[in-house]
């Protein structure tokens, strides 16, 4: 199939179709959402929650992130790779971000990186950009904020942070990203930037009227289970079927019904009997 691209992005919001993208961390689940047919997978700082079992998304560094997105990029033949550029790596000075977010493309393998804020950041992506990488911003709940914010909770309700919030998308649209994630923000709020952006948005409980969607991959599946924010759709228990199978398995070994015939290897009875 062909590349989803950052033309397919820009062509899905002008032709109104949406856009499908997904968390991924390692290959083979990459390599099944790609077949699926998602059109952009995200190798997001949620892995520090998800994959490596940290409280937040601040632990994770640079070095994680070049891991996750080696396997996932491995995994994708269609999808765009979208590495997440994580707490410190593009806040220093602007030389440092544009050698971490050339490290996730270079070493990494990605095709564009994400990163969160607004004005605060503005430099920083438009040295990224002008490095020749497609940059995707990222609004409202920004996890990496989230000792500023005192929990991880719906933002930019009042005008007044409800009008930082799109003057940030604005800004983040004038310094050069590509489109934009709107993390848990009202419905509303979200319907209004994307009718001011020509860049596409992602929501993610940002309501319906965003140019795309985003979820992790492990809420949508239900199979983290810490905590799940009132965001998340799962559209399957696999927590359920990988406890099933892992006590159907424990079971049958005990039982001696694993492994059977099928599942071992032979040697004549002649060479077997010369080692007794
Ligand atoms: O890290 C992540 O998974 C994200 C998405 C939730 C947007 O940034
Ligand atoms: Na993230």
């Known amino acids: 199939a062909k590349k989803f691209t950052v033309s397919s992005f820009q062509k899905a919001k002008k032709d109104g179709e949406k856009i499908s993208m997904l968390t991924a961390y390692d290959y083979s689940t990459a390599k099944l959402l790609d077949e699926a047919g998602a059109d952009s997978l995200l190798v997001g700082d949620s892995l520090g929650m998800v994959m490596l079992g940290y409280e937040n998304t601040l632990q994770v560094t640079v070095d994680d992130m070049i891991h996750h997105i080696k396997a996932v990029s491995r995994g994708v033949k269609r999808a765009m790779v979208v590495g997440d550029m994580p707490f410190l790596s593009y806040h220093i000075c602007v030389e440092e971000s544009v050698r971490n977010a050339g490290r996730l493309i270079q070493e990494g393998g990605a095709h564009v990186v994400k990163l969160e804020g607004g004005r ?16 995707i911003g990222h609004l409202g ?6 000792n500023m914010f005192g929990g991880f909770k719906v933002q930019g309700k009042s005008e007044e942070a409800a009008r930082k919030i799109l ?37 993610i409980g940002a309501g319906k009227y965003c140019d795309g969607q985003v979820l992790v991959t492990q809420d949508m599946l239900g199979m983290y289970t810490d905590f799940t924010p009132k965001f998340v759709k799962k559209y399957d228990n696999l927590n359920e079927s990988i406890v099933a199978a892992t006590k159907k398995y424990i079971e049958e070994i005990n039982t001696g019904v694993f492994p059977s015939k099928e599942h071992t290897f032979k040697i004549d009875d002649e060479v077997i009997q010369k080692l007794y």
Do not use: N, R, Y
Not at 141 to 146: N, R, V, Y
Not at 187 to 194: G, H, P, R, S, V
């Open 120 to 135: 605060d950041v503005i430099d920083h992506v438009k040295a990224i950009v002008k490095a020749q990488i497609p940059v």
């Open 141 to 146: 709940l920004t996890p990496q904020s989230i």
């Open 167 to 203: 003057e940030d998308a604005l800004l983040l649209q004038e310094a050069g990203v590509f489109s934009l994630v709107l993390e848990c923000i009202p419905e509303k709020l979200a319907k209004l930037i994307t009718e001011k952006l020509d860049i596409p948005t992602i929501g």
